[in-house]
């Protein structure tokens, strides 16, 4: 799949979001999208799973099966999980067995029952991920897949994108949080000043460049600070908490 | 089932079961039980026929937007993902089949008022122009929704105006600038619309065959 010379805004009063991208992906490839809030990252994935067309330039050799997550599921619809996976499976024409693999995998058998509207921020966003997944995508696009998952699933979506992965499926993944960056083999991209830039592979840059830096800070922030540093592509783990003496001791 | 008949169903089940269908419903009763407060005597069977089409207009183009703006954006974006743009067929077909539902009420309701049994060619002539007003619905819904005219305000006030113009227009006798819902009722009222019928086929599919094609054209950069 190659993404060519792409340029795309939403109105021709708007400013370029994107400018000349270009992008080569591979069968298996798994590419973590990156940058700061508002630079793109969401239409760049949209325009990859092919929701927008380019104003100029193009996306060539899609796969055809196209699995999409979007950031915020629409849970706003007069569905249960297992209706709306149901009507999800007959549009995508698989078998209905494929609702109860993911949602097991997923750890949402618990939910199938509950209507749409109810469901908390994480399962909604699982029941996403599961429409997405349930045809077998040849390209799957996952906008924030990790935002507001339990535990178990955080571990469990990593092992997901492999599989996808290693049947030859093309896996882009906007992250924030870092949570695939142990991925074997990730493909780094980072959208900024209207330009896709291929970053070096974590695991190379990481023994010789990278520095421990450690900061003390308010802990009503620490979490604010954490997705900052995090969005300039920082690994950030907030370890604990110490008191302002101990902090200012070592200063002096 | 073909991926486009499942997605319909999928957005008929969601329209269905939100509050949305109940409006255009409620104003359809309303317009009916105005229509036949009184019996419609025999001789008059076409031009009641034709009136109930050229007013039912507004009624299902309102029900083709609500159909077309009850789901939410992200998942028509679910929806295009999994079809491409056969996902706007399938929103086409869902939309259509509701009006047909509409339509069918409308149809059914006048029938009962009936004071002589009705010939086919009351019967004929009934579905033809309900099915001429349901497709000049579903392409000024269409071209409502909100893909197209995001602002609720603005969507409300394009669907009267349009309806509007076609009035006037029509009135006027510019048959072939609009949706000529006068001239339906003019001609069905003067015993002249079956001899005519072909010719106002034509002049009454053409604009909605324009307004649709814009409304697939708008869709490829508003998804």
């Given amino acids: 799949m190659r993404i060519a010379s792409l340029s795309f805004r939403y109105g021709r009063r708007d400013p370029w979001i994107l400018s000349d991208a270009g992008l080569v992906l591979d069968a298996g490839d798994v590419v973590e999208v990156t940058g700061p809030n508002g630079t793109g990252k969401s239409t760049l994935l949209r325009l990859v799973?092919?929701?927008?067309?380019p104003v100029r330039g193009s996306v060539e050799d899609r796969p055809r099966v196209v699995g999409y997550a979007p950031e915020r599921f629409p849970a706003d619809q007069p569905f249960t999980v297992s209706s709306?996976?149901?009507?999800?499976?007959?549009?995508?024409?698989?078998?209905?067995?494929?609702?109860?693999?993911?949602?097991e995998r997923l750890g949402m058998d618990h939910l199938l029952g509950q209507r749409l509207p109810d469901l908390s921020k994480g399962s909604a966003h699982k029941v996403g991920?599961?429409?997405?997944?349930?045809a077998e995508p040849g390209l799957l696009v996952l906008d924030e897949p990790f935002a507001g998952l339990d535990a178990a699933t955080r571990a469990e979506l990593p092992r997901i994108i492999e599989d996808v992965s290693a049947r030859g499926g093309i896996v882009v993944v906007s992250d924030h949080q870092g949570d695939l960056r142990a991925f074997p083999g990730l493909r780094r991209c980072e959208v900024r000043?209207?330009?896709?830039?291929?970053?070096e592979p974590v695991a190379e840059a990481g023994e010789t460049a990278l520095t421990v830096l450690e900061v003390a800070v308010d802990p009503s922030r620490a979490s604010d600070l954490a997705d900052r540093l995090r969005a300039e592509g920082c690994t950030v783990h907030i370890t604990g908490r110490i008191t302002a003496r101990v902090t200012r001791e070592a200063a002096g | 089932m073909t991926p486009i008949m499942a997605l319909a169903r999928f957005r008929l089940a969601g329209y269905v079961a939100s509050h949305r269908a109940l409006q255009p419903l409620i104003a359809l009763l309303a317009l009916l039980a105005v229509l036949y407060a009184g019996s419609i005597p025999a001789g008059q069977e076409i031009g009641a026929t034709a009136d109930s089409a050229a007013m039912l207009v507004p009624v299902l183009a309102w029900a083709a937007r609500g159909l077309l703006d009850t789901e939410p954006d992200e998942q028509r974006s679910v929806a295009l993902s999994a079809l491409g743009p056969k996902e706007l067929v399938s929103a086409l077909l869902a939309a259509f089949a509701s009006l047909l539902v509409l339509a069918s009420l409308a149809e059914a309701v006048l029938l009962l008022r009936l004071d002589a049994s009705p010939t086919l060619t009351v019967l004929l002539t009934g579905v033809w122009l309900h099915l001429l007003s349901a497709t000049a619905g579903l392409a000024l819904g269409a071209l409502t929704s909100r893909p197209i005219l995001p602002s609720p305000a603005v969507s409300t006030i394009a669907l009267i105006l349009g309806y509007l113009s076609m009035l006037v227009l029509s009135m006027a006798g510019a048959r072939w600038l609009t949706v000529p819902v006068m001239a339906w009722m003019r001609d069905a009222h003067h015993g002249v619309l079956l001899s005519g019928l072909p010719l106002i086929t034509v002049q009454s599919l053409l604009w909605p065959a324009i307004g649709l094609a814009a409304y697939t054209w708008l869709r490829r950069t508003r998804p």
């Fill in chain 1, 49 to 53: 799973a092919g929701l927008l067309r």
């Fill in chain 1, 129 to 134: 991920l599961a429409q997405a997944l349930l």
């Fill in chain 1, 193 to 199: 000043d209207r330009v896709v830039r291929e970053l």
């Fill in chain 1, 84 to 103: 709306y996976l149901r009507h999800m499976a007959a549009v995508r024409r698989v078998s209905t067995d494929a609702i109860g693999r993911w949602s």
